[in-house]
Every structure is written in structure tokens, then in C-alpha cells.
């Protein structure tokens, strides 16, 4: 059966040139839920067919993953918002299970654990990079994290007051960081992850992974504030 949220849900789906994938995604948005796409300087009609397709389509001129991901947030009305890549490697009807933990209080921030369904869904550079990563994060914060991927669902509210900075490829992983430092609960949910449509923007190449690497490292390079009393920021 499928899951149904009793509370307002919008959906962030940054964009850069992902005409051949949004038609898919557009698609698998829960019914009721609103799609942003955040349009991030495309030169392929993405902005058009997304508004054509009944998205609400957000400008954001300056380039990076961060930037464009914030711009969603920020144009968010809904109590809970919802994050997801633009290319079709991830199903966002798989999203409201996740609003539905965070409305029911089961957690603060669900994160999708990427798993790789078919050859070329997941480059083993790009595999190796998130790898590294994670362990990073255990050591900075203690949560045993498998996977920093894009899918991800928490509060509005909540996460406007994690007052995220980073407006490149950390965005995400400063997103763990801070709701970690504050003590917050994070799960970790396993999805399909597709071969996606189109060319990577990110990690698609060595020089790309080097570099979400490089802007994630900034991230876990902040010092730790303090928890809440009584919280510990786990999984």
C-alpha cells in the first residue's frame, strides 16, 4: 500500500540540464506533494519542461550543487521538505516513506543508502570517494552513516536553523554534520539507485569525485558544537 503523509511535503530537485530524466521524475512525485525544480543554469529546456510538467520552477544563477539545493529550501513553504537528484537514478515516489518518519517523530533527518541496481549506476571512483567519506563522518561525529547521497527528508524549520553555508558539493554533508552536532536522529534507509540519465555533473569523472571530495572536506573540517543535553546526534 502506498504511504500517505498528513502534512504538507515539498520536494527540492536541483537541476542542470536533465530534459532527457525530468518527465520520469516529475512523474513519481507523491500526489499532492509540490516539486521545486531548481533550474541551476540549464541550457537544454529543463526549466521549460518542468514547468510545462506542473513543477514550480526556482532560478538559481549561481552554479553548485549547494547553491541550487538551497535555493529549494528557501522557496520551501511545506512543513516537510524533501531532496532528490534530477537525473532519474532515484525514484522519489520512495520519498514518502521518509516524510512519513519524520511526521510520525521516528527520526529528524532520513537519508537514503544508495544501492546500485545494474552495471555503470554507481562508478567505482565515485563508490570510493563516498566511502572514505563516510568513515570520516564516524570519526567527527560517531555516526556510523554507509552513504552521503542526495535523498534525504527533514523538517523545514528545522533545517533553516542549521544555517547551512556551503553552497557547493559539501551541502549535503554539512546538512549530517550540523544535525549531528545538534542532536538530532538520523536514519538510514536503503534505495534502488539506477544508472542515471544523461552525464554526471559531480562525480561522473576522477577530476569531479576529487573534487565533491575536496568541498566535503571543508565540511567536516568545522569545529563541533555542542549537542543538546541528553542527545547524542547517533543512528
Known sequence: ??????????????????AEALPWVLARIPAGWRPLVVDNGS?????????GLGATVVRESRRGFGAACHAG??????????????????DPGLLAGFAATVADGGADLVLGRRRPQGRGAWPVHARAGNL????????RTGLRLHDLGP??????????GLGLT?????????MVIRAADAGWRIREVDVPYLPRA????????????????RDMSRALAEPAAAAPAGTGGRV
Do not use: H
Request: proline residues 3%; hydrophobic residues 45%; positive net charge.
Open 73 to 90: 529550501l528557501l522557496a520551501a513553504t511545506a512543513d516537510i521538505v524533501c531532496f532528490c537528484d534530477c537525473d532519474a537514478s532515484l
Open 43 to 51: 541550457t537544454d529546456g529543463s526549466a521549460e519542461i518542468a514547468s
Open 132 to 139: 572514505a567519506l563516510s568513515r570520516m563522518l564516524r570519526r
Open 166 to 174: 556551503d553552497r557547493r558539493s559539501g551541502y549535503p554533508l554539512q
Open 198 to 213: 544523461g552525464k554526471s555533473k559531480v562525480t561522473g569523472t576522477w577530476r569531479g569525485t576529487w573534487q565533491a571530495v
Open 1 to 18: 500500500m502506498p504511504v500517505t503523509v498528513d502534512v504538507t511535503v515539498d520536494v527540492v530537485l536541483p537541476c542542470l540540464n536533465e
Open 151 to 160: 535523498m534525504r527528508a527533514a523538517r523545514r524549520e528545522a533545517l533553516l
